[in-house]
């Protein structure tokens, strides 16, 4: 049985024991449909229709229609008939061709909507749908029929380097592929700061192969490193520009000035890689889907249509842009643009003019080079980290000036919403934490807590609200108004700790903050991630009033220990935590945590303010959970019944189907991949609950 369903980027789901399916439209002379389980393609030729029939199994046979009279759709028809024909036809929906793989096995199907439908749904036969949200977290093996080269490229990628969401997602997504039975390789630099995270490329080994880079002047000789794990060739880029103090992109002083340069050298060698290195006996060779992650990685999908297609090298290979945070976009002097090692004649691609209110005087022509930009132009799909911030950065207001050249690649733009790696978040065993709990015995959270202010020197008060910030020190995380915040939040029974390094002004006022409040405050100003792991697992809330987030991982993690994220409702946080409604599931209550809106000091200390009082905290490390109570304030109307609401940690483990949320972003990768020139096929689903409040 074979059903079809449109879906916007005009390809279809089937739901049929054929594989692999993705299907698009392609425009073509011939037009086919579907009957009786057989594709029929038509062509005119000589006035006459000629009909090839394809089966499931892509075996095709071609009759003039006139042999196959119990077949109303067939026969012998001059051009008018054939308009009829195709009238018919496209009621019906049409088939306009068939791909297949190396073995003759069908792979896709090229098809044009039967008029007027217009449901928004993929599919992908190997994907696993999700079953019941609350069955618990289950890692499914997935293994794909079709497999990809797959190249990432990458400024960090956990464990290995790390300041951020973008390490966190490019250390564990290309592990789920690779379990997917795709060949996987992720590219990224070898930094060495000469401190002990260094020991982290200790297992990569020098692969003796050097290839030189012509950019900024000169030739550059840069060397390759690689270290096969869980699955996947982890590749590092070797230069001196990668050895020095810091963090991949500056040090105390700010922003390396090289950075232009060290990322340029980056993008050329991941070209290089595919090629050259014989990782596991052979090459990746030409035929791959590169995965360029935000704006460091971003000269590959132009290098790859300005330097290597010209000559006939990666006509096959595809590539998807991911924009973890469009706010950096490696912007730098026009003059700039003859370093980077592309031909004069592609400096279109990159150009970019500043509007007149941005230049720095009235002579300033505001000409410049903006590397995300000329991935936005040259790569095959454009990928977010949620669906909500793929739609905000095509505002005005989200778009941070790329929003109309967004918007004009709408069809290629798609969001999918970042997974966690449940292993190394995973509250049962943790090895960060002093206490593991899971939903069935809580006690552990309880004492993650004790431990946590014991750690800080806070006063131990179990019964204490235990609010909790970790971050970079940015702009884009909001922490001005956590810091205009303080001193009314200071005022009420709760205790505050901020995980976070960045903007020295903050880092310096953290630090006044917690001699200000000693038995309330704390403010860790530094880069730790056993620290983040505790303060996830010890606190009661987790704050993330940040100005616009991509996705959000920390919420994620949050939800995973049964801490409620109280967020400003943007992008990926908005789409992955459900606002708590008391009124909902018949008046039980439902939700994952709390949003609010708008950004302002007033909304951010009401909503914490509500979840103190709605949720008062208990201290019973045996049966660990906060009790919704009624609150003076705000829920005097509600129900008597609703006192006895509890908001059950245990609950939240349940229900959360983190491992899920990886799998779907890997799922819709892949389905974009099945046939990356044309239409859409990602799939869009709404993260699972991860908190439910009973
Ligand atoms: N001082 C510190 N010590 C220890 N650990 C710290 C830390 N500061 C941050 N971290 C860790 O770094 C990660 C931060 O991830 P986020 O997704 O929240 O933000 P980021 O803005 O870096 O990522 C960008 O990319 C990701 C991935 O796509 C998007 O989710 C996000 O919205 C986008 O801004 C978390 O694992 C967090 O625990």
Redesign the pocket.
């Known amino acids: 049985m074979t059903s079809l369903q449109l879906t916007n980027a005009m390809s279809y789901k089937l739901s049929a024991n054929i594989s692999p399916k993705v299907c698009s439209f392609r425009p073509s002379s011939q037009l086919g449909f579907l009957h009786s389980g057989h594709w029929s393609r038509k062509s005119f030729r000589d006035g006459r229709l000629t009909v090839v029939r394809s089966d499931i199994a892509g075996n095709e046979s071609e009759f003039d229609g006139l042999s196959d009279s119990s077949n109303s759709n067939s026969g012998v028809v001059d051009e008018e008939g054939g308009e009829k024909e195709v009238e018919e036809m496209e009621k019906q929906g049409v088939m306009l061709g068939i791909d297949r793989d190396g073995s003759g096995s069908v792979i896709a199907l090229h098809l044009i909507p039967p008029s007027g439908e217009v449901a928004t749904e993929s599919y992908h036969d190997e994907v696993a749908e999700p079953k019941d949200e609350d069955e618990g977290i289950e890692e499914e093996k997935i293994q794909t029929r079709v497999t990809y080269n797959i190249v990432f490229v990458t400024a960090e990628a956990a464990p290995y380097s790390?300041?951020?969401?973008?390490?966190?997602?490019c250390g564990s997504l290309p592990v789920v592929l690779a379990g997917r039975g795709h060949r996987v390789m992720v590219v990224s630099p070898r930094y060495l700061t000469g401190n002990s995270a260094d020991k982290n490329f200790a297992g990569a080994i020098d692969l003796d192969r050097r290839t030189t880079v012509h950019c900024f002047g000169g030739e550059q000789e840069v060397a390759f490193f690689h270290e096969y794990k869980k699955g996947v060739d982890w590749v590092f880029v070797d230069h001196p520009s990668y050895h020095r103090p810091g963090n991949p992109y500056g040090d105390i002083h700010g922003a390396f000035g090289d950075n232009q340069f060290r990322f340029t050298l980056l993008c050329h060698a991941a070209c290089e890689a595919p090629l050259v290195l014989p990782l596991g006996g052979y090459t990746y060779g030409e035929k791959c889907l590169f995965i360029v992650n935000d704006w460091h990685a971003s000269l590959v999908p132009v290098l790859l249509a300005a330097k290597f297609r010209p000559y006939g090298t990666y006509k096959d290979a595809r590539s998807i842009l991911v924009i973890?945070?469009l706010g950096h976009q490696g912007v730098e002097p026009a003059s700039t643009y003859m370093n980077l090692g592309l031909p004069s004649e592609w400096y279109g691609a990159l150009e970019w003019v500043f509007p007149t209110w941005a230049r720095t005087h009235a002579l300033d022509p505001g000409e410049a080079v903006n590397i995300l930009k000329g991935a936005i132009v040259t790569a095959d799909r454009i990928l977010t980290?949620s669906k909500g911030?793929a739609w905000e950065i095509t505002t005005v207001e989200g778009g941070h000036g790329l929003n109309e050249l967004l918007s004009s690649r709408r069809i290629v733009l798609n969001g999918i919403v970042?997974g966690i790696d449940v292993l190394e978040w995973d509250p049962s065993s943790d090895e960060h934490i002093g206490f593991h709990y899971s939903a069935d015995d809580l006690s552990g959270k309880a004492q993650c807590k004790i431990a946590l202010q014991k750690e800080l020197g806070l006063p131990i008060r179990p019964e204490c609200p235990m609010i909790g910030f970790?971050?970079?020190l940015?702009y884009?995380?909001g922490i001005d108004l956590i810091r205009w915040g303080i001193p009314e939040l200071m005022e009420d029974d709760v205790q505050f700790v901020m995980?976070?390094?960045g903007d020295p002004l903050y880092e310096d006022w953290m630090r006044a903050a917690e001699t200000t409040y000693r038995d309330k405050f704390r403010g860790?100003v530094?880069?730790?991630?056993p620290?983040?792991h505790r303060i996830?697992a010890g606190c009661d809330i987790l704050l993330m009033p940040?100005r616009y987030?991509?996705?959000?991982?920390?919420q994620l993690?949050a939800m995973r220990y049964g801490t409620v994220p109280v967020v400003h409702a943007t992008?990926?946080l908005r789409d992955t935590v459900e606002n708590f409604s008391p009124y909902a599931g018949d008046g039980s209550g439902e939700g994952t945590g709390w949003t609010f809106s708008p950004l302002t000091k007033e909304s951010m200390l009401e909503s914490t303010f509500l979840i103190r009082t709605k949720f008062h905290l208990t201290a019973d490390v045996k049966n660990s959970y906060i009790d919704l109570q009624r609150s003076q304030v705000n829920m005097e109307s509600i129900d008597e019944k609703r006192n006895a609401k509890r908001l059950h940690l245990g609950n939240s483990c349940h229900s959360i189907r983190a491992s899920f949320r990886v799998d779907l972003y890997g799922s819709a990768i892949y389905s974009m991949i099945g046939k990356p020139e044309y239409g859409n096929t990602g799939m869009e689903k709404k993260p699972s609950k991860v908190l439910r409040i009973c």
Do not use: A, M
């Not at 790390?162 to 997602?169: F, R």
């Open positions: 790390k300041t951020g969401g973008l390490g966190d997602v973890h945070n980290v911030y970042n970790i971050g970079r940015d884009q995380k995980l976070g390094s860790w530094g880069f730790n991630i620290i983040s996830t940040s987030e991509p996705c959000g991982l920390n993690y992008g990926g």
